[in-house]
């Protein structure tokens, strides 16, 4: 994927030399922002993804990951000392895409880039899928989805975790195969990161957790999509 766009937010300047370097041999182009203040002045340019150090000298990653999904909806990865798994959930909800701890593997970093760029641009074409008589519907092209007519926003990793559930209606998927789903490769078993997600969907799509249109949860196993496919599909 040569010409695609990265910035890079990270103070640490060797890190920052680290991943420039890993990143441009892969043929990417890399922009770096060394503190918050001049991330948020680069977020009105165009990049495909974003990695994001968590601990700023001038502000907390947290803030700037809100920021930029007011402006843009592509993958956000997270890069941070904080290793717990609150700290990852929380920075989910605030709608990161991935998590990756410090000290990490260059290619490894590498690779979730590259299965991040491959998700948000190998969306099969022109697929619209419509569900309980319009009231939803998903378009798997644009990346976007309606309910009630209602563009609901929802970022890169929250769409492909719905698109995977709603393409198989009523079929119960494990959180870890909706991590595969999502992620493309093992994601060192954090289950609780697809509650979150889900979490989030629900909540953007105003739907109930409790009384379902779409999303039920499946105690002891996972979630299933209960909405009802409309005949034609547009
Ligand atoms: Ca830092």
Known sequence: MPGKKILVVEDEANIADIVRSYLQREGFSVSLAADGASALSMLKYRFDLIILDLMLPDMDGEEICRAAREVTDVPIIMLTAKSTEDDRIAGLG????????????????????????????SRSGGDKLSFNS?????????????????LVPMTTTEFRLFLGLAEKPHMVFSRLQLINIVQGYDFEGFERVVDAHIKNIRQKLGDNPKEPAYIQTVYGSGYKFIGTADEARG
């Open 134 to 150: 319009g009231d939803l519907v998903i378009d798997a092209s644009s990346m976007e989805v309606f309910r009630s007519g209602q």
């Open 94 to 121: 605030l709608g990161a895409d991935d998590y990756v701890v410090k000290p990490f593997s260059p290619r490894e970093l590498v690779a979730r880039i590259k299965a991040h760029l491959r998700r948000s641009s």
